[in-house]
């Protein structure tokens, strides 16, 4: 499909990235080769030299990588992608194109856990200094602007907690300190935000949650908006090497094709719950975006077109009462990750989150008894029944 073709978004799920192909098929091929043959020396040296198009090596391009890639890119309105073997090789690639020794860099406190053990770790061993702050409030991110600050990095909603930033509000922190705008919009997918729209310059997702959607991927998408910041992103990817391969890259453009349809029915379950969870008397607190009670509510009915499949909450009993619960459902499969079309329940302080530290962890929000619900596409009364024996069980280990 052409990139400036007027098409809904439901439409592009299914057509974006496909291109005309030997033989007529309908989907993209799977080119699972390692390396692709020249017709002569002259013509692989024009290949690397970037004087013709075409394809060399499959670290550096593949054809059914590419298809993917320049899919996401349609729906995410950027220029171009590039698929990496995990979300964290996408965010690795980030701060490797972005950033050197004696930068800044501010990000999210609400974040995914390895991202700031990334920051903590490894980018601190290089010289690059991170302030992490609630970038759902403006002044705390205009008080960790540094002179150096090389790139903000938002997450919203954030992992776990759901706090909403302002991107469009960021975005103008940046541009005043001419730094890069990145955005992990994999809580959202495109069908619900588009951080571009709204100025970020980067857009990154774990291709293994909502944009594959069957948990059978581990992948990630760095998407960008112009033609030199790829070139110079494809040079450092290919140094590291985190690529994604082609059938993991035919997986995820298979599951694009239902995105919008399965998005809508993750935000159709997951209203429903929130809704029920937050007059259920063993619930302390709950997040969602569809809760009028949301902080930032009425912000996220401007960034997005749908609330989202998360939900977190916490119960009164704490930990213990949060154990129990995820001891005790059937339907809910106690496991990490989220954005499939299975309903699965975590516990972020001890799984998702542990690398960070209890000190990083509640800085943003990650307090000890949160529960994590991403919620499938199954029918929304067989989940419900199954969340409210779990919690019965709570109600009679604690006897409240």
């Not at 929304?380 to 029944?385: A, H």
């Amino acid at each position: 499909m052409k990139e400036n073709s007027k098409v809904n978004f439901e439409t592009k799920c299914v057509h974006a990235g496909i291109s005309e192909y030997e033989f007529g098929p309908v989907v993209p091929p799977i080119y699972q080769t390692s390396t692709f043959k020249f017709e002569s020396v002259e013509h692989g040296a024009s290949l690397f030299a970037g004087e013709k198009k075409g394809y060399t090596y499959t670290r550096m391009l593949n054809p059914t990588i590419q298809a993917m890639e320049d899919a996401i890119a349609q729906l995410e309105g950027g220029h171009k992608a590039l698929g990496c073997g995990s979300g964290m090789a996408a965010i690795h690639t980030v701060f490797a194109s972005l950033t050197q020794a004696g930068d800044h860099v501010v990000c999210s406190t609400a974040v995914y856990g390895p991202t700031t053990t990334l920051l903590n770790t490894i980018m601190k061993k290089y010289g690059v200094e991170t302030t992490f702050v609630d970038t759902s409030n403006l002044d705390e991110v205009k008080k960790a602007v540094k002179p150096n600050t090389k790139v903000l990095y938002v997450e919203t909603p954030g992992n776990p907690t759901l706090s909403i930033s302002n991107l469009e509000e960021i975005y103008k922190i940046a541009k005043q300190q001419k730094a890069n705008l990145v955005v992990d919009n994999t809580f959202m997918s495109p069908a619900l935000q588009n951080p571009i729209a709204f100025g970020a310059d980067i857009v990154l997702h774990s291709l293994t949650k909502f944009l594959n959607g069957h948990a059978d991927v581990v992948g990630g998408i760095v998407v960008v908006k112009d033609e030199a910041t790829y070139q110079h992103f494809r040079k450092t990817l290919n140094q590291l090497g985190g690529v994604i391969d082609p059938f993991n890259s035919f997986l995820v453009h298979r599951g694009i094709k239902t995105l919008w349809l399965r998005m809508q029915k993750h935000c159709e379950n997951a209203l429903v719950i929130a809704e029920w969870l937050e007059k259920h008397s063993l619930v302390k607190s709950i997040s969602y975006p569809g809760l009028k009670s949301h902080p930032q509510y009425e912000l996220g009915l401007k960034q997005h077109r749908g609330h989202g499949g998360m939900i977190t909450i916490e119960l009164a009993g704490g930990l213990e009462a949060g154990k129990i619960m995820m001891n005790s459902v059937k339907l809910f499969q106690l496991a990490v990750s989220l954005g499939g079309v299975e309903s699965l329940i975590q516990h972020p302080a001890s799984m998702t989150h542990f690398s960070m530290g209890k000190e990083a962890r509640l800085a943003g929000g990650i307090t000890d008894g949160l529960v994590r619900i991403s919620v499938g596409i199954e029918n929304v009364n067989d989940l419900i029944s199954d969340l409210e024996s779990a919690l019965e069980e709570v109600r009679k280990v604690n006897q409240v």
